[in-house]
């Protein structure tokens, strides 16, 4: 990157990983970072545009004049939101892509970093998933819209590369939570909708705590704000069109039972975790290998899960009333 006067947009800026990255940047701020000083930052939400639609997208980019896009906007949910809602997550985000990536030729924007996500890798595939795997077979049934439309961002990155030259990539990003997270109870990730839902049961003082389907299935979780550190870092440098994956290391994969006893622990609850079987368990594991982000970042600490979902729980409990439930 440039170390001119630069104007950075964060579509999605509102949400979970945009709001990661404004604290970070914030950070930066406040120490006066080499980069921080030539950068303008501006974060997005839907109330800034409506990024379905080409003529707000369109606005957006008049009005910023953006010299970096960090494209994060799109509509995000859990598995059972996905489900439910395949359609719409392809069509919502199918638009939202071409709009962004189109508007940003248009203005001619340096560099957009865009996320794509490990659920939407083939569901039938070897392990470890690595980047080249994206497009070797049909993802997982439960979320197929979203998949699918996460995968033309790849598509378009390599179209746009080819026939103008543009310097798109995009980032693969593990299960993410923290701070200012979804905690929508329809909507909501694993994380964020057992943080939420423990919170009721200890109000209610509730003997039992019920954590959907049979807690087996297996997740790497990256935290959002480590995710920040690296996208940044992406944004900064990394300059290949070839998609990279952001997670933490094979070994750190659990399972959505330890899930459940590590906010149980942030909570100090003490009641029964119990599993209803009768809900879906969805894709059983999507084990991500991070090894092309390790030879490229090599000194990179990720923070240690109990740590960051003890950071998250204590976040919720102060934030709730102005949080997303
Ligand atoms: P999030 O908390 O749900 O935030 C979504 C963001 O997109 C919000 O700022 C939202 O704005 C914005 N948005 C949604 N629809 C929009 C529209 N039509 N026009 C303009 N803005 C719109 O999502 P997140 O978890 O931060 O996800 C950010 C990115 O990371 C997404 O691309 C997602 O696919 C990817 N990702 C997330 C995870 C995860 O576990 N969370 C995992 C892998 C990849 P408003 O809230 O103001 O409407
Ligand atoms: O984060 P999550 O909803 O989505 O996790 P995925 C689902 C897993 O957590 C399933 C279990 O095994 C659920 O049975 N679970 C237990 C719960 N209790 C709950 C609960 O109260 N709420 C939820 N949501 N799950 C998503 C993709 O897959 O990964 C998205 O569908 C997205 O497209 C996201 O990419 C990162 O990890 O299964």
Redesign the pocket.
């Known amino acids: 990157m440039s170390v001119d006067k630069s104007v950075i947009l964060v579509t999605g800026g509102s949400g979970l990983v945009g709001q990661a990255i404004k604290t970070l940047v914030e950070k930066e701020l406040q120490e006066g970072t080499k980069f921080s000083r030539n950068e303008t930052w501006v974060f997005c939400g839907s109330k800034d545009g409506d990024l379905r639609e080409k003529a707000q997208t369109e606005a957006l980019f008049e009005k910023y004049q953006p010299t970096y896009v960090i494209h994060l906007a799109a509509m995000?949910?859990?598995?059972?939101h996905?489900m439910a809602n395949n359609l719409s997550f392809f069509r919502e985000n199918m638009a939202i892509n071409e709009n962004v990536l189109y508007a940003s030729h248009k203005h001619g924007v340096k560099k957009v970093v865009s996320c794509l996500?490990t659920?939407i890798f083939p569901d039938k595939t070897t392990y470890p998933i690595n980047e080249t795997m994206v497009h070797n077979g049909p993802p997982h049934p439960?979320?197929y819209g979203?998949s699918y439309a996460k995968r033309m961002i790849d598509i378009l990155n390599r179209g746009y590369h080819e026939q103008h030259g543009c310097r798109w990539t995009s980032v693969i990003p593990c299960?993410v939570f923290g701070p200012h997270d979804n905690f929508r109870p329809q909507a909501?990730?694993?994380v964020p909708?057992?943080v939420r839902?423990m919170a009721d049961a200890i109000d209610n003082g509730d003997a039992t705590f019920t954590?959907?389907?049979s807690g087996k299935?297996l997740?790497q979780f990256i935290y959002s704000l480590d995710l920040a550190k690296l996208i940044v870092w992406v944004l900064r440098s990394y300059d290949s069109v070839e998609p990279i994956i952001l997670s933490t290391d094979e070994e750190d994969e659990v399972t959505?039972s330890a899930v459940a006893e590590t906010i149980k622990k942030a909570y100090g609850y003490t009641g029964e975790i119990v599993y209803d079987t009768s809900?879906?368990?969805?894709?059983y594991k999507k084990t991500a290998s991070n090894k092309k982000l390790r030879s490229l970042y090599k000194d990179f600490q990720f923070t240690p899960f109990e740590t960051a979902i003890q950071e998250s729980v204590d976040w919720f409990k102060k934030n709730r009333e102005q949080a997303r439930i």
């Open positions: 995000v949910g859990g598995l059972f996905n996500s659920c439960s979320n979203y299960n909501s990730h694993v909708a057992l839902r954590v959907f389907g299935p997740r959505i809900k879906a368990d969805g894709q």
